[in-house]
């Protein structure tokens, strides 16, 4: 996620700020909120002016609902895996990261690192992308539970799952991006 400021001490200031930006400046300043999508902040500005977190967040989200299967799908697959290979490389983004440290997803043992491993093969292997949660307030434990009870599901219904968490990650880091600015 961009770690630059918004030259504000209120949020209020800091949305007016980010509203008048040119396209280009503001894609930059919500670079990550979407992981690896600049295009979604690209068509999202549009709508601005942007008076609350609320309706930033809203407008991204239209873009996503809006945008055609194939660029939905691609933005599944642009988020890692859960302790996945970019996280054992130590490639993954700043925000996946400390998202995955929060869950305890660097702190798995050799036998739950080989389940979570094993769930995240047999989800992609299923549905053909990976599985997406917004692992804030979760455990590892729960994260597992939750990739075994979602392989039961339906890949539409799987499709639509995805997209909702991935939307709840994008406020997680909208509301991170402006606490951290206050």
Same mark, same amino acid.
């Given at each position: 996620m961009n770690t630059r400021t918004l030259s504000t001490d209120d949020t209020s200031a800091a949305l007016a700020e980010l509203s008048r930006l040119p396209q280009a400046a503001f894609v930059d300043r919500l670079e990550g909120i979407f992981e690896h999508s600049p295009w979604i902040?690209?068509?999202?500005?549009?709508?601005?002016?942007?008076? !609350?977190? %609320?309706? /930033?967040?809203?407008?991204?989200c239209l873009v996503v609902d809006t945008a055609a299967p194939s660029e939905q799908l691609a933005l599944i697959c642009a988020h890692p895996e859960l302790a996945g290979k970019e996280a054992e490389a130590g490639t993954l983004t700043t925000a996946s990261t400390g998202e995955q440290r929060?869950?305890?997803?660097?702190?798995? !043992?050799? %036998?739950? /690192?080989?389940r979570l491993r094993g769930l995240n093969k047999a989800y992609r292997e299923r549905f053909g992308f990976p599985f997406v949660i917004a692992v804030k307030g979760l455990t590892r434990h729960q994260i597992m539970d939750r990739v075994d009870a979602r392989l039961a599901n339906e890949r539409d219904t799987e499709f639509r799952a995805c997209l909702t968490e991935i939307g709840k990650i994008a406020r997680f880091r909208l509301d991170a991006l402006f606490a951290a600015r206050n």
């Open positions: 902040a690209e068509r999202a500005w549009s709508a601005g002016p942007f008076d !609350s977190i %609320d309706a /930033l967040h809203a407008a991204m929060g869950a305890g997803l660097d702190q798995c !043992s050799k %036998d739950e /690192l080989q």
